[in-house]
């Protein structure tokens, strides 16, 4: 008899975002002449840079003629160009020294912060903040590791780390020994920061306690502030602690195209029951190379034309643009009379609902009396209840649209 993995049963609720999209389909079909404008799923509106179009075209000629097609790349872990364009720029420019072969390509960071609890022991206790972006916790629960459901939407065995106005959206260490701990800075969903000497608290935490530090750099590039940092790897020490994702598709636009990746650091550490010290990029190494064949030489060209001069000009103009957005939203709300975080480094803008409304039901009333989808906090874990995001990634008419329309109802 063909069993189930149970594990799976323990999911509390459908995914979010399809629950958004079920929920927006339902509306369409009752109201099929409504302007609905999306800021709810953090999808990007602007298209491609010219760089990267052009980089994708001419790789696709090559691909077209037998002196210049690739097939495989180096080993499933990113062509050796992208990931030198990557250590460059991304790394050495800001005095991290790291090698190339600790970067590892791949087609999402969804995919890799979802995929890397997988080298890890099913009996490590998970640590979370909360609200927290979903991925990292149903992937967990789908693996083993949450125990039975509790309330508000958790699980018994995973520790939730509260991010609250009165903390900055920053969790005070656990108050109990965990050994994998995401972190997500700029946040998703809320929008804000982690100072250096924050971030430095959970490095020393997690060096203590032998512990790893899954940090979720995702919009590293919407930092605008100079003292925040990019990198945990700015951090001294967190190279034997933590594991770094990035991701294009926020950056460059890449929702559509897929193109991430992952650093490993050779320093990192993880052990046996018996304590015995055992490397963690060579379990990756084969974990990522045994079920990932890679990126595509077209779409890795394309990745690599990122990080050209042009490339840049390009992108950081198409940033400014939404963080232009950030901005306008930002200032809307705030002068409506809301209570607003988060849009200064990051795409997202959280905001709390009205006294005495659920954020489902601020969900509903927007989409229904303002034709405006956002995302209830609630969706994020208990403590985004009573809390609402908004995304910077639409375009610039439809913000203003969105924000006359939030202005009529209030």
């Known amino acids: 008899m063909i069993t189930v ?9 459908g995914y979010l ?9 339902q509306f369409k079909v009752e ?40 097939g495989y790349d180096d080993g499933g872990i990113g062509y050796e160009f992208l990931r030198e364009a990557i250590n460059t720029n991304d790394y050495k420019a800001r005095g991290v020294n790291i090698d190339n072969d600790e970067i590892f390509v791949s087609d999402g960071s969804k995919c890799d912060t979802g995929n890397m609890q997988e080298i890890f022991g099913l009996d490590n206790v998970v640590a979370v903040t909360d609200p927290v972006y979903p991925v990292y916790v149903d992937t967990n629960v789908m693996a083993g590791r949450g125990g039975v459901p509790a309330d508000k939407g958790r699980y018994e065995k995973i520790v939730y780390l509260p991010c609250t106005a009165e903390n900055n959206f920053v969790p005070a260490l656990p108050d109990k020994p965990v050994d994998m701990i995401y972190l997500c ?16 608290k959970w490095v020393d935490y997690a060096r203590e306690n032998k512990a790893v530090i899954f940090f979720d750099a995702a919009y590293e590039a919407f930092i605008t502030d100079d003292s925040i940092p990019h990198s945990i790897y700015e951090i001294e020490g967190a190279k034997e602690v933590a594991i770094e994702f990035r991701s294009f598709s926020k950056t460059a636009g890449f929702t559509g195209v897929r193109c991430a990746f992952a650093i490993v650091p050779k320093e990192l550490k993880a052990y046996t029951k018996e304590g015995k010290a055992i490397d963690v990029r060579p379990l990756w190494n084969r974990r990522h190379c045994t079920k990932f064949n890679g990126v595509s030489y ?24 939404y963080l232009k957005n950030a901005a306008v939203i930002r200032q809307c709300l705030a002068d409506l009379g809301y209570h607003v975080y988060g849009g200064k480094n990051a795409p997202y803008i959280w905001l709390k609902t009205p006294e005495g409304v659920g954020s489902w039901e601020f969900f509903d009333m927007l989409l229904n009396k303002a034709n405006v989808v956002g995302t209830p906090g609630a969706g994020f874990g208990a403590a985004g ?23 009529t109802l209030k």
């Open 385 to 407: 209840e009573g809390y609402f995001r908004l995304t910077a990634f639409a375009t610039a008419e439809n913000v203003e649209k969105a924000m006359k329309r939030l202005a």
């Open 185 to 200: 800075y700029p946040n998703n969903p809320t929008g804000t920061v982690a100072t250096k000497e924050e971030l430095k």
């Open 31 to 70: 109201n099929p002449t409504a302007d609905v404008i999306s800021m709810g799923i953090g999808d990007v509106t602007q298209p491609l840079a010219p760089a990267v179009v052009s980089a994708m075209k001419k790789a696709v000629e090559q691909m077209g003629k037998i002196e210049t097609f690739r």
């Open 298 to 321: 077209i779409t890795q060209a394309g990745a690599a034309a990122v990080y050209s001069d042009e490339g840049k000009e390009q992108i950081k103009k198409v940033i400014d643009y």
């Open 17 to 25: 975002f399809p629950e958004i999209g079920r929920r927006l389909r």
């Open 5 to 13: 993995n149970e594990n799976f049963l323990k999911l509390q609720a």
